[in-house]
């Protein structure tokens, strides 16, 4: 149990689009969800946190405006990179938790990433 | 800022135990120690946890110091399939949102 997906696994996109990445929950309700970024050689850094059904709290230094996260459904977020460029492209991860059901409570199950290439 | 100090590099042999070190030296009395992995351009994975005791299951063993300074997670026969960073992190079990904060990890190399 405990399995969260994201989609795409890896995307390629010109400079100035915006580029949008689902993680969803699969076998429970998350009530809380958290959005990373990862640049090669370096950690996770964590860029927002979002309960369903409010606005997300971003990290200090994160663009909101950019970085638009909607977590409408207990099963899905999503992550909306905007006019993206180059030095967006990085690894995207999203972890889930919940306080509800079987699952163990406030624990963080990550998803498996988000190759984005911004040419 | 991470609140846990680890070496940025080990070696370990193919089939021997695989001891790595985290501090945490001032971590609070309603912070648990967890470790997570993250093998090469995947999501990080759960591995333990642990508040005071020492904790074992499938994957390792952790043991925590008395004063709770510091810790070991103990890989008993590490594989090749081991390789990746391993992360250790103090976090509250129930306060702050969840937050997971990452340092830099321990890059560890299981060599045949």
């Known amino acids: 149990g405990a399995v969260v997906s994201q989609h795409p696994s890896w995307v390629i996109c010109k400079s100035g689009t915006s580029v949008k990445i689902e993680c969803r929950s699969l076998?429970?309700?998350?009530?809380?969800m958290f959005w990373y970024r990862q640049f090669p050689k370096q950690s996770l850094m964590l860029m927002a946190t979002?309960?369903?059904?409010?606005?997300?709290?971003?990290e200090q230094g994160v663009e909101k405006d950019k970085f638009l996260i909607n977590h409408a459904s207990l099963t899905l977020s999503t992550l909306t990179v905007t006019s993206a460029h180059p030095e967006d492209s990085s690894f995207y991860i999203c972890?889930?938790?919940?306080?509800?059901?079987?699952?163990?409570?406030?624990?963080?199950?990550f998803g498996p990433g988000t190759r984005l290439t911004v040419l | 800022d991470a609140k846990t100090t680890q070496p940025p590099s080990m070696d370990c042999a193919e089939g021997r135990a695989a001891n790595l070190p985290c501090n945490h030296s001032?971590?609070?009395?309603?912070?648990?120690v967890y470790w997570y992995r993250q093998i090469h351009s995947q999501g990080p994975q759960y591995i333990i946890h642990?508040?005071?005791n020492n904790e074992t299951n499938e994957m390792a063993s952790l043991i925590i110091t008395e004063d709770r300074k510091s810790s070991t997670l103990i890989l008993p026969h590490a594989t090749l399939r081991d390789t990746a960073v391993y992360y250790c992190?103090?976090?509250?079990?129930?306060?702050?949102?969840?937050?997971?904060?990452f340092g830099q990890g321990t890059e560890l190399s299981v060599k045949p």
């Open positions: 972890s889930a938790s919940t306080s509800i059901g079987t699952v163990p409570y406030n624990e963080q199950f």
């Open positions: 076998d429970f309700q998350a009530t809380t």
């Open positions: 992190i103090v976090r509250p079990l129930y306060n702050q949102g969840g937050k997971l904060i």
């Open positions: 642990g508040l005071k």
């Open positions: 979002s309960n369903e059904g409010s606005k997300a709290t971003y």
């Open positions: 001032t971590i609070s009395g309603n912070e648990y």
